[in-house]
């Protein structure tokens, strides 16, 4: 979205009337937006509230670094910074509940690993970030194990 703070502003308000049943929105900026300056953590802060709305504003102009391992550290500390424990969760916990993360889901094994680790008694409270919802990666720290798919793209995240 080009035209500034306001445009976005604006695009923001036009997917909630667009999609009103929505859990939350991602605000994704790109090569212009790095360039021009546009802020779209205030904005994003206050839709947030507006809406009373998880709103995560993920700086990633270019997807940057080698294998585009940075562009996943930003978003990965977009999630913590703008998703982790911001609010109630509500959770029923058990002593096996597992995280797969860094499974982009490209070929369906993300389908494949769920059931399996289902069939062998834990369960999968996330599997993200490829087929993850809001809700998932908001019950992500809830998890007694994260289990890593991508090393290089989330083991710190874990």
């Given at each position: 979205v080009f035209g500034g703070d306001k445009?976005?502003?604006?695009?923001?308000?036009?997917?909630?009337?667009?999609?009103?049943?929505?859990?939350?929105?991602?605000?994704?900026s790109e090569c212009p937006i790095g360039l021009i300056g546009d802020d779209i953590e205030a904005v994003s802060r206050k839709k947030a509230k507006e809406h009373a709305k998880t709103i995560v504003p993920v700086r990633c102009e270019g997807f940057r670094g080698v294998s585009q391992s940075l562009g996943h550290h930003?978003?990965?500390?977009?999630?913590?910074?703008?998703?982790?424990?911001?609010?109630?969760?509500?959770?029923?916990?058990?002593?096996?509940?597992?995280?797969?993360?860094?499974?982009?889901?490209?070929?369906?094994d993300a389908w494949a690993s769920r059931i399996l680790l289902e069939e062998v008694g834990l369960r999968v409270v996330g599997n993200w970030s490829g087929d993850a919802?809001?809700?998932?990666?908001?019950?992500a720290p809830k998890a007694k194990l994260n289990l890593i798919h991508c090393y290089r793209s989330m083991n710190y995240i874990c």
């Open positions: 445009k976005l502003e604006q695009v923001i308000d036009e997917v909630e009337e667009l999609f009103p049943l929505n859990k939350g929105i991602t605000v994704q930003i978003a990965n500390d977009a999630i913590r910074d703008w998703v982790f424990d911001k609010k109630e969760v509500e959770f029923e916990p058990s002593a096996y509940d597992v995280n797969v993360i860094g499974d982009y889901n490209i070929g369906g919802t809001l809700a998932e990666i908001e019950r």
